[in-house]
C-alpha cells in the first residue's frame, strides 16, 4: 500500500509540475492559430471530416468549403500574385478581377504613367509579356510587375480584401492566400510575334521595356520586392507559394525570405523507387528543411497513395523526415482521392514522437546526389527512408534498446528501397496487439489506455503525451469517449489508478 501511494504522489507532482505546461499542449515552437496538422490541398477530408483539419487550400472561391472549416483552421485561398488570364475571373476558381486590372493599366498609360503590365519590344513592335503556357490553353497568362506599388496595392485591396475575404478591412492569423503557379524564372515569359509563334525572355532580339526588368538578376530581385513590401504595407496579408521550379536556385533563399509559407503538390514524385527523380527531391528536401529551420509554414502532400499499407507509411514518414513546427501534411488516397485515414498516421505518431533537429543523409557511392539513406531522430525513436536504389540494412544506434513496429527487440532494420520506416525505443509507445471486441463484450477497464489490464503510471504518460489532442481515442487517453484528452480524462485515470 507505501509503495502504491508513492507512486500516485510521484505521478500527482509530475501533473502538477506540467499543468501549466497542458494549458497549451502543443510546443510553443507552432506558432500558427491551428494544433493540428492535417492539410487539404486540393483533398477533400477523410469522412468529410472539416473540423479536424488544420489547414485547407481550394479555390478562392469555394466559401461552401471554407465555411466548414473550425475556426482557428488556417484558409488558403488559392490565387495567383504575378500573371493573370480572363480566366482567371470567369473560370470560378480564383475570381481575379483582370479586366479591371487592365483597366487600371490602360488608364495609367492615358494619363502619362508607365503600364503595371511588362512589357518588351520585338521586330519593332512593343508587345504585352505573357507566360509560356496558359488556361484554359491558348488562353496564356499576361505578366505584371509585381514591385509596382500600383499592383501591390491593387492585388490586396481589389482582391484580397474585396473578393478573396471580402468584406475583411484586416485579415485575421488564419486569413491566408495561396500563390499557384510559384514557377519563378524569366524564361518562363516572353512575348507573341506577329506569326503567332512565342518568343521566350534571351531569346535574339527581344528587349524588356523601361521600366521593367531587364536580366535575371533584376527579375529575381523583383519577385524579392514584392513580398518585402507586401509585408511592409500590408502586414495582415500573408502568403503561401506553390513551389514549383526556380530558374536560379541560388536565389532561393533570397526569394524566399518574406515569403511566409510553401505548398508543395509531391512530397516526392513518385510512389516507386525506380520512377523517382531522387536528385530532385533531395534538392526539394533541403528547402523543406530551411523553411522548417526559419519556422515558416509548409503545406506537403503526396498524392495517389495506392492502398498499400507500406506506401502509406512511407508517405508519412517521408513527411516527419522534412516536418518543421508549423508543417501540415495533405495525405491523398489513389482509390478514393481523399484524406487518407488520420488515425493510420497518428497511431504512428504515437510510437516515434516529433521529430528532433534536422534530418541526416548520406549519399550512395558512385550515385547522383539524390541516392541517399535518410534519417532522423525522435522523440521516441528513429526513422528513416531508403532512396540508394537497393535494399539496406541499418544498424541502428547502441545507446538504447530499439524495437519495430511490431514491438520485437532489433538491433537492425531492413528497408527496401523506396521505402520509409521507423524504430521506437526502450519505454515509448509500442503497439500492443489487441484482439478485436466482440459486440457486447466489456471494452478495457476506464483509464486503462494500453488495454494491458492495468490502470497504472504507463496510461497516465500516454494520456499525458495526447493531452488537448481532438479526434481522439481510448489508446490516447480518452477515457470519456468525448473525443478529447483532457482533465477529464485525467480525474478517471485517477478514480481507477491502482
Given at each position: ?23 497549451e ?19 477533400y ?84 509579356v ?6 484554359p490553353?491558348?488562353n ?13 496595392d491593387?492585388?490586396?485591396n ?15 492569423p ?16 516572353g ?12 531569346s ?23 513580398f518585402?513590401k ?8 500573408k ?15 533570397y526569394?524566399?525570405?518574406?515569403i511566409?509559407g ?6 516526392f ?18 528547402r ?10 509548409a ?21 516527419l523526415?522534412?516536418?518543421?513546427d ?12 481523399k ?12 510510437q ?6 534536422d ?14 539513406l ?19 540494412t541499418?544498424?541502428l ?5 530499439y524495437?519495430d513496429?511490431s ?9 527496401p ?38 490502470v ?25 469517449n ?12 485517477l478514480?481507477?489508478?491502482?
Amino acid at each position: 500500500m507505501g509503495n502504491k501511494l508513492l507512486n500516485l504522489f510521484v505521478l500527482l507532482v509530475m501533473f502538477t509540475a506540467s499543468i501549466f505546461a497542458l494549458v497549451e499542449p502543443v510546443k510553443a515552437e507552432r506558432t500558427v492559430p491551428t494544433q493540428s496538422e492535417r492539410g487539404s490541398y486540393f483533398t477533400y477530408p477523410y469522412n468529410d471530416d472539416y473540423a479536424g483539419m488544420g489547414l485547407i487550400s481550394f479555390g478562392a472561391l469555394s466559401n461552401n468549403i471554407y465555411d466548414r472549416m473550425p475556426e482557428n483552421g488556417l484558409t488558403l485561398k488559392h490565387a495567383r500574385i504575378h500573371h493573370f488570364n480572363s480566366w482567371d475571373e470567369t473560370g470560378g476558381h480564383t475570381g481575379f478581377p483582370y479586366s479591371k486590372l487592365i483597366a487600371l493599366n490602360d488608364a495609367e498609360i492615358a494619363a502619362g504613367r508607365p503600364p503595371i503590365m511588362v512589357t518588351a519590344t520585338y521586330q519593332g513592335k512593343t508587345r504585352y509579356v505573357y507566360a509560356a503556357w496558359g488556361y484554359p490553353s491558348g488562353n496564356n497568362f499576361q505578366l505584371a510587375d509585381v514591385a509596382d506599388d500600383r499592383f501591390i496595392d491593387f492585388f490586396v485591396n481589389e482582391y484580397v480584401k474585396k473578393i478573396a475575404y471580402p468584406g475583411q478591412a484586416t485579415l485575421g492569423p488564419a486569413d491566408w492566400i495561396g500563390s499557384d503557379n510559384g514557377m519563378f524564372s524569366p524564361t518562363n515569359y516572353g512575348v507573341f510575334s506577329d506569326s503567332g509563334s512565342f518568343v521566350r525572355f534571351g531569346s535574339s532580339g527581344l528587349v524588356m521595356n523601361d521600366p521593367f526588368w531587364k536580366t535575371a538578376e533584376e527579375y529575381y530581385e523583383d519577385i524579392a520586392t514584392f513580398f518585402r513590401k507586401l509585408n511592409a504595407r500590408y502586414p495582415d496579408v500573408k502568403i503561401m507559394v506553390n513551389m514549383g521550379s526556380l530558374g536560379d536556385w541560388s536565389k532561393f533563399e533570397y526569394v524566399y525570405k518574406d515569403i511566409h509559407g510553401v505548398m508543395h503538390e509531391d512530397l516526392f514524385t513518385a510512389m516507386d523507387g525506380a520512377t523517382l527523380n531522387r536528385d530532385t527531391m533531395y534538392d526539394s528536401w533541403n528547402r523543406y528543411k530551411w523553411f522548417a529551420q526559419q519556422n515558416k509554414v509548409a503545406l506537403l502532400r503526396v498524392r495517389q497513395i495506392p492502398d498499400n499499407q507500406d506506401l502509406i507509411r512511407t508517405a508519412y514518414i517521408a513527411y516527419l523526415m522534412v516536418r518543421g513546427d508549423n508543417f501540415f501534411h495533405c495525405l491523398q488516397s489513389a482509390t478514393t482521392q481523399k484524406e487518407i485515414n488520420p488515425q493510420v498516421f497518428q497511431n504512428i505518431r504515437n510510437q516515434v514522437g516529433d521529430p528532433i533537429g534536422d534530418f541526416q543523409s548520406q549519399q550512395e557511392s558512385g550515385r547522383s546526389r539524390g541516392y541517399r539513406l535518410y534519417w532522423r531522430q525522435t522523440t521516441k525513436g528513429m526513422i528513416y527512408m531508403n532512396f540508394t536504389g537497393s535494399t539496406k540494412t541499418i544498424s541502428l544506434p547502441t545507446d538504447k534498446e530499439y524495437y519495430d513496429r511490431s514491438g520485437n527487440r532489433v538491433t537492425s532494420i531492413t528497408i527496401p528501397d523506396g521505402r520509409g520506416d521507423y524504430v521506437s525505443f526502450e519505454g515509448s509507445s509500442r503497439p500492443t496487439p489487441t484482439p478485436p471486441v466482440p459486440t457486447g463484450t466489456p471494452q478495457a477497464k476506464p483509464g486503462d489506455a494500453n488495454a494491458d489490464g492495468k490502470v497504472d503510471g504507463q496510461d497516465f504518460v500516454i494520456w499525458l503525451d495526447n493531452y488537448g489532442k481532438t479526434d481522439a481515442g481510448i489508446s490516447d487517453g480518452d477515457f470519456n469517449n468525448d473525443k478529447k484528452v483532457d482533465g477529464q480524462d485525467y480525474l478517471i485515470w485517477l478514480d481507477n489508478y491502482s
